[in-house]
């Protein structure tokens, strides 16, 4: 079992910057790649990045892309969402998740949730 936190949302005006945080707690946490997802109101869940549970290799949405960067501090048990030039379409409640099985680079699949955070980027 995974137990998944998030917290650092807020309101932010257009062209401002957030940072996530993904607070992970359970057996081996650090062994488990972990993604960002966001849900726009009236939309579905949609991936936004994912880092393998070898800090480095990671996996970015095309429209996050030079914007956002995903990072992870084992030693805190804690992955990160830098959001740089945010936009109004960024607006969304995001999620951090983990995958069923530990030692996955690019898992296809999610079982973990937290219960989001909310981001409101203002015009």
């Known amino acids: 079992q995974v137990q998944l936190v998030e917290s650092g949302g807020g309101l932010v005006q257009a062209g401002g910057s957030l940072r996530l945080s993904c607070a992970a707690s359970?057996?081996?946490?650090?062994?488990?790649?972990m993604g960002w997802f966001r849900q726009a109101p009236g939309k579905g869940r949609e991936f936004v990045a994912s880092?393998?549970?070898?800090?480095?290799?990671?996996v970015y949405a095309d429209f996050v892309k030079g914007r956002f960067t995903i990072s992870r501090d084992n030693a805190k048990n804690t992955v990160y969402l830098q959001m740089n030039s945010l936009k109004p379409e960024d607006t969304a409640v995001y999620y951090c998740?983990?995958?069923?099985?530990?030692?996955?680079?690019?898992?296809?699949?999610?079982?973990?949730w937290g219960q989001g955070t909310q981001v409101t980027v203002s015009s």
């Open positions: 998740a983990a995958p069923s099985q530990i030692y996955s680079d690019y898992p296809t699949s999610y079982e973990y």
């Open positions: 359970g057996r081996n946490v650090n062994s488990y790649a």
């Open positions: 880092i393998s549970w070898i800090p480095g290799n990671s």
